[in-house]
């Protein structure tokens, strides 16, 4: 690296698609590829797949993606809002026209290309599990966790120069990739396409897979979308109906890129098709089947909702709580089942500016499974071989339990981290202090354990802000900042080179982060 | 006569047992909440199976259903040894177990005591052997603050025991090293010893301590001194969040006893008549963990506590 350089670890370039010099060395917008206005073909990996994938995007949804943040409305800030970096005059390409038929919205700042969105970094964790069960298991208990990690990481204030009104780059990828035609959409009657589908193929995930008795038919989502021949196929051939559901609605989705080569001879010793259509559904939760050939790999959860942090602490505590929570969830058989169109919701609430301390999600009320008696024999006892045959081809009939609608409420993130005050909910990190407590663990490392749980506890109870906050208060107290929501380059090269400073510092002594890593100055 | 509480698996118990004030997490609120929890559960089952509505102990508490009457031992609830165990191959666990010697019970029955509380382990979780026993001595406590351990004198229980000394260690240190011989435990460990205690204890020992457990509100406060004398003598320090008085003797009598949060099996008082009569006094209480090593899952967890109650609480040989 050259002496100027730093790597620093931000979601995304708070002035990316602007028309500053930040890229070097310099292109021009407007390529072929991605016939973005804002952004250059060169900003993208040069490998065919990206600027193919970006291209058959566009193709298939027969414009250009659509991304309008809403704009954080300052003291200043004109209203309405109009994107003042849109060009309307620009006729290069034809998808030129997009913005002349009103795709940049009032009160919204427009972007235009995929490279918005998977230009963004997160912080994504990958489990293996002892086996399938396992894996179906962690990943049905992960999902409600997902939004819950999205709005404690929350760090992206910022899209294109301008502060906008939500702190998370969730909903922006989701648009960048969202390849449905107006038909999919539900915009025109359904002619040429076979479903309107609710969801972007980058969203929140909308199933549950494990065979648990706890899986209650009413968290299922009744609207699911699925290819019922892949399904009926998949049956047929052995595989049980949750998990078929599962793969069946995945498949839905067009493949986005395939080389030619790979259609010439069908090898079914390779996944290279499967993966094809399982790694471009970008879904919160991803599992993973064991790659062919590579024996050593097995079944794997991906936790993916975690928006990178500014500090390699940060990043650390994160990913190391996300993998002390799985342990709990399989030493006390954890269950946070809720239906999944809640979690759905959560996701959307997430985004609000400042969730993580103004807003309520819907958290289930009691993690704990009702006791077990030796005579019962454990669940997971009966887990131990992945071959054994499904005992549930669909989830069992519900027994007489409590209404579904009882079983959840709306809890505050400190209140499903921490514990409720009245202790009517344990809290993740009484739970993971509790499972702590039952293995032996050394003093050195429990010492660093203590240092991220205390960092996440803060998190979520504000002592300590999020990057968003940090970020937006940086802006907010900057001499250039005239109140008008727009963050020009001197504060962008501030912020920059503020971040570089928090990641060595780690806002010790009331360096620059304090608010952020420490929650006080001395 | 004897009597056994066992929580069963606390892990998979449902909930109750496992700590739901988050301010409160030390193990004695954890054992008593899951023994509570346990005799419930025994209780709720036995009246389920029975249709019976009725399922409180009669008067002298010695037939109800729930328990288990093996000669002079009383099992609270009725363990049924031939189910449980563990999930997978024994060697795929770590299994842990911590013993409490407790204030003002003779030492001279520690020896027993320790095989007792062994073999019931070892039922409990079908195997024949364990990976490391932690056993804690009345009295000890650790102080971080100038690495020095205080003798604290037992609580004032009528009992004529002085506080544990150091011989009574030794001579408990020799009956472990036995048991470490016959090859039912791969390792010995001690409870907040300070680093002047093990410098003067190791010497002393033919199985050295491979670990040293520390209760430590702040683990970030280990004294230096401590630190390099176990590296120094390769001894692992582990931290815990046990209390120092795990089951107090007040504390099992209203555990046992008749009123509203008791299990209806002891009288209210020694010579009253609304359960069993007599004395109670706690001998031991049993900690044990079961891990899956390569993934840290704790699969079993639980206690065992043994109790002599009687008229006159006789000394064991």
Known sequence: MAPNESPITLTTFPRLGTKDDYIQPYYPPSGPALRSQFVPDEIANPHIRFPTLAANIRARRGRKVELNVPVFKDKNTPSPFKDPTVNYDLRNWPEDDDVRNGAAKDDHVYMDAMAFGMGSCCLQITFQAKNIPEGRKLYDQLSPLGPILLALTAATPIYKGFLVDTDVRWNQISNAVDDRTREELGELPLKNDRWRIPKSRYASNSTYISQDPRLRKEYLDPGLIVDEDIKKRLMEDGMDELLATHFAHLFIRDPIVIFSEDLEELDLDKADHFENLQ???????????????????????????????????????????????????????????????????????????????????????????????????????????????????????????????????????ADIVNGSTDGSFPGLIPLVESYLNSVNVDVETRCSLARYLDFIRKRANGTLWTGAKWIREFVAKHPAYKQDSAVPEEICYDLVRAVDEMTVKEGADGSVGWELLRGRKD | MKLILSTSNIMTAGGPSVIRQPTTYKSNVELVNSLRANFLAAQHATSRETGSSTNTANSNGRSSSWTKQEEDTLYIPAVDFSQGGLAEERPQYDITVKLFYLPGIPVSRRCAHTKQAIDLVLKELHVDSIDLLIVSFPGILFDAEDDSEEDVSSVDDGSEEPSDDFDSTIQTWRSLESLHEQGKISQLGVAEFGSERLARFLPHTKVKPSVDQINLKDCCVVPKSLILYAKQEKIELLTHNDCNDILPIGTTRELLGPGERGAGILASSPDASDGLQGDIETQWVVKYTAVVKDRGVVENKGYFALADVGSCVKPST
């Open chain 1, 279 to 413: 790694s471009t559904n970008w879904q919160h939760m991803r599992f993973k089947p064991p790659p062919p050939e590579k024996h050593d790999i097995g079944w794997r959860v991906e936790f993916r909702s975690m928006e990178i942090q500014m500090t390699d602490f940060e990043n650390a505590a994160f990913a190391i709580f996300i993998v002390l929570v799985t342990r709990a969830i399989l030493s006390f058989d954890l269950n946070f089942y809720i239906p999944i169109q809640r979690t759905t919701e959560n996701m959307e609430t997430a985004h609000a500016r400042n969730a993580v301390l103004d807003r309520k999600f819907y958290f289930r009320r009691d993690p704990f499974s009702p006791s077990v008696r030796r005579n019962q024999h454990s669940p997971s006892n009966s887990n131990t071989s992945s071959a054994a045959p499904s005992v549930y081809s669909t989830p069992p009939p519900s027994p007489p339990l409590s209404p579904v609608e009882s079983e959840y409420e709306l809890m505050t993130i």
